[in-house]
């Protein structure tokens, strides 16, 4: 099935582990300590917010973010694997690393559902599945809780968003997701699920779309962060 090479370190795996990455480049993944922002790193922020002032993301709609740590090796390549080819079983490593992450946190523990950020029908088809869909139903396994696909849609496609500043990317992704179920979310705290957290543009667009169809709290969770251009 797998290459008996590690895809982050090319080492040879060792006897008997299987999946993508080695254990030892899990090991070494440096997770966000204890209060860190969860976007650098660095010193919890007085206030108790998730993100330092240097990292706040303003007018945003989810009520907190947690993420295991940086976009940096092993996670990095997990997460481009589970993107470009079909290697879903790194899914289930980085998603257990997410509920982790998210379990220490009293407003997680108490979400009602799991939901990702969805693909636009048309790059899901191409794809074949939404990679965020995969991580949500290794969190909402991990965490006990259901994470049903076809609650909110992605109504736009927006192509990549890499030449755009932060003002722009919040523009472009205005009013691109529809929530489908309201029912599913009305009065409901739900733990919102994306790959990497970048500007936080596309995950607070999904998020607002929850907030509007009624969502006592929308909390985001993603694999990794990245930092701000
Ligand atoms: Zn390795
Ligand atoms: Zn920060």
Redesign the pocket.
Known sequence: MFPPF?A??H?RMPEGQRGA??S??WDAYPRWPAGACQRCGGPAPASGAALCDGCRIPDWSCAAVRTPGPFAP?VSQAVHLMKYSDRRSVAATLGTMMAEAARSDDAYAGADLVLAVPLHPARRRDRGYNQAQLLAAAVGRALGKPSPEGVVERVRNTGTQTALDRQQRRANVDGIFRVRRPGAVSGRSVILVDDVLTTGATIGSCGRSLVDAGARAVLALTAAAAPLD
């Open positions: 590690c982050a370190c080492g990455v080695c030892d480049c092993p």
